[in-house]
């Protein structure tokens, strides 16, 4: 089975390419700009860290994404070094960063368009519940019945959308696929496998939360206020952005690895080597 394999491959391509993991931490490390702010009580300098953060995302982000999928993919043949990861980040760039962003765009889109349609829908119901006069005994079951189908509703748009577009990256660094072309390559790929692809979505947003769990708690109970400790504050939250650093890292650069070893895995054949090592298109 495709999907199983490809976790498989993970492990084995970082067993033989630790090098990935260095670069998967180091890309956390950027990541973590934006938590800068929380070692300061000015609302200038949260902001101003936020919107660095957030400008790493935009700009940085896709030369790492890029570089991590190219060593994975060379992995899965053999040895890789930083220099693949440089030579695909920057022959990958430009599409990388159009698909972020109009991917990015897509979301933010796709998010306030089905807010504003549950929002209706709730107001709706609500109208029609008070005509009908339901008591509140009634109402109540009613009413949470109504909510849990609305976010249930939401859940399934957001990840049938996310579910056809998530390869995109691997597109652009597998096939080397422009930006805008690379969705309607994801959205073929995944047509062609979908009951696999519902598998591998499912299991590996699955494998993702399980694996953070220990980083969301730590800084769960980090947030926590009087908590009563031997240590300062700052050190708690410099200790809890490091537990995010490396075990972050760690993570993205297997949950990534698997990405490129499952996509390649969709394919007919296997993508020829100078396909990746084409320049970039957009």
Same mark, same amino acid.
């Given at each position: 089975?495709?999907?199983?394999?490809?976790?498989?491959?993970?492990?084995? &391509?970082?067993?033989?390419?630790?090098?990935? %993991?260095?670069?998967?931490?180091?890309? /956390?490390?950027?990541?973590?700009?934006?938590?800068?702010?929380?070692?300061?009580?000015?609302?200038?300098?949260?902001? +101003?860290?936020?919107?660095?953060?957030?400008?790493?995302?935009? @700009?940085?982000?896709?030369?790492? %994404? *890029?570089?991590?999928?190219?060593? $994975?993919?060379?992995?899965?043949?053999?040895?890789?070094?930083? !220099?693949?990861?440089?030579?695909?980040?920057?022959?990958?760039?430009?599409?990388?960063?159009?698909?972020? &962003?109009?991917?990015?765009?897509?979301?933010?889109?796709?998010?306030?368009?089905?807010?504003?349609?549950? *929002?209706?829908?709730?107001?709706?119901?609500?109208?029609?519940?008070?005509?009908?006069?339901? !008591?509140?005994?009634?109402?109540?079951?009613?009413?949470?019945?109504?909510?849990?189908?609305?976010?249930?509703?939401?859940? +399934?748009?957001?990840?049938? @959308?996310?579910?056809?577009?998530?390869?995109?990256?691997? *597109?652009?660094?597998?096939?080397?696929?422009? $930006?805008?072309?690379?969705?309607?390559?994801?959205?073929? @790929?995944?047509?062609?496998?979908?009951?696999? @692809?519902?598998? =591998?979505?499912?299991?590996?947003?699955?494998?993702?939360? $399980? /694996?953070?769990?220990? &980083? =969301?708690?730590?800084?769960?109970?980090?947030?926590?206020?009087?908590?009563?400790?031997?240590?300062?504050?700052?050190?708690?939250?410099? $200790?809890?952005?490091? +537990?995010?650093?490396?075990?972050?890292?760690?993570?993205?650069?297997?949950?990534?690895?698997?990405?490129?070893? =499952?996509?390649?895995?969709?394919?007919?054949?296997?993508?020829?080597?100078?396909?990746?090592? !084409?320049?970039?298109? %957009?």
């Amino acid at each position: 089975m495709a999907v199983l394999s490809a976790f498989r491959d993970g492990v084995s &391509v970082l067993q033989r390419n630790p090098v990935i %993991l260095v670069v998967g931490v180091a890309i /956390m490390a950027i990541q973590q700009v934006s938590s800068l702010g929380e070692f300061t009580e000015s609302f200038a300098l949260i902001a +101003l860290f936020s919107l660095v953060g957030f400008g790493i995302t935009i @700009v940085v982000w896709p030369f790492f %994404l *890029a570089g991590i999928l190219g060593m $994975a993919l060379e992995g899965l043949e053999g040895a890789t070094t930083l !220099d693949r990861f440089l030579e695909v980040g920057k022959q990958r760039y430009v599409s990388m960063l159009g698909a972020q &962003v109009l991917f990015i765009g897509l979301m933010i889109a796709l998010f306030i368009a089905v807010f504003f349609v549950s *929002a209706i829908a709730t107001i709706a119901f609500g109208i029609g519940f008070a005509a009908m006069e339901f !008591d509140a005994g009634a109402g109540l079951p009613v009413g949470i019945g109504i909510f849990a189908i609305i976010g249930i509703v939401f859940f +399934l748009v957001f990840f049938v @959308v996310f579910m056809f577009l998530q390869f995109f990256d691997a *597109a652009i660094v597998v096939e080397g696929e422009r $930006a805008f072309d690379a969705f309607g390559r994801s959205i073929h @790929v995944v047509r062609s496998n979908l009951l696999s @692809v519902v598998g =591998y979505t499912l299991l590996w947003g699955t494998v993702n939360v $399980a /694996m953070f769990t220990p &980083v =969301y708690v730590t800084e769960f109970a980090v947030a926590q206020p009087g908590l009563q400790l031997e240590v300062s504050e700052t050190m708690l939250r410099a $200790a809890a952005i490091g +537990l995010t650093v490396v075990v972050g890292g760690l993570i993205q650069a297997y949950l990534y690895t698997v990405h490129a070893a =499952y996509y390649t895995r969709l394919l007919p054949e296997p993508a020829p080597q100078e396909r990746a090592d !084409d320049g970039a298109r %957009l």
